[in-house]
């Protein structure tokens, strides 16, 4: 929807009953309105099959970003690192619970100096931008993978081909999530701890104001959504 269909930004708007997810009562529309990047995060694991013994980047640290890396904690993985270029974003990576975040410009170093110079087994960039995309490559471990699940805004990026090659890196391409949201509803059914991704909100009427909040990083918005009371 609002990309091969038209969205929700409207008075009435019909869907198929396939395109539906029941909650429970007690989960608030703020909370059901993150199991959608939720469901990228699920789609994200489900193709890559991660192990509860190993090791993740994550280059971007908006909904996308933060809900994967729950759903990385929820197979058991401990060792998580989240990176951004927004000093806001960092701390409250942190304060989710992400093993340590960083600014994207000391992220290199400063997470191959955690981990033995050896980085991470999965790198994913939530953010489709050639810097993320960059430091996926050099973060990556031997023999790891690389989840690109960030929309770049030009058709065509860059990476050095001899790192990859000489790592053995696999690349997934992430599309959405896939029909994964009854599953994210089973799974996060008692956990609301992430409600707090959600840190602005506007009535339908004033939908432009959250536009314009998100798109230029205003007051340290992270998720805002829509509602229409």
Do not use: W
Request: glycine letters at 8%.
């Amino acid at each position: 929807m609002g990309a091969s269909a038209p969205g929700a930004l409207a008075d009435y708007v019909i869907v198929h009953k396939s395109q539906l997810a029941k909650i429970p009562a007690k989960m608030s529309f703020k909370m059901a309105a993150l199991l959608e990047p939720l469901g990228i995060g699920l789609h994200t694991a489900n193709l890559i099959q991660p192990k509860n013994t190993e090791s993740a980047t994550i280059v971007g640290s908006g909904p996308i970003g933060l809900c994967l890396m729950k759903i990385l904690q929820k197979a058991g993985l401990t060792e998580i690192y989240l990176v951004d270029i927004l000093p806001y974003r960092v701390r409250f990576a942190e304060k989710m619970g992400t093993t340590k975040a960083f600014l994207l410009k000391n992220a290199v170093t400063q997470i191959k100096k955690l981990t033995n110079n050896q980085g991470t087994t999965y790198t994913f960039d939530s953010s489709g931008t050639q810097g993320a995309i960059t430091a996926c490559g050099e973060l990556v471990s031997l023999g790891g993978t690389i989840g690109l699940i960030g929309i770049p805004t030009n058709d065509f990026v860059d990476y050095n081909p001899h790192r990859l090659r000489t790592k053995e890196i696999r690349i997934q391409n992430v599309r959405r999530s896939n029909q994964t949201m009854n599953d994210c509803v089973k799974l996060f059914s008692n956990d609301f701890a992430l409600e707090k991704i959600v840190t602005h909100s506007f009535d339908f009427k004033d939908v432009q104001k959250g536009f314009d909040l998100v798109s230029k990083f205003k007051d340290n918005v992270i998720k805002c959504v829509i509602t229409n009371n």
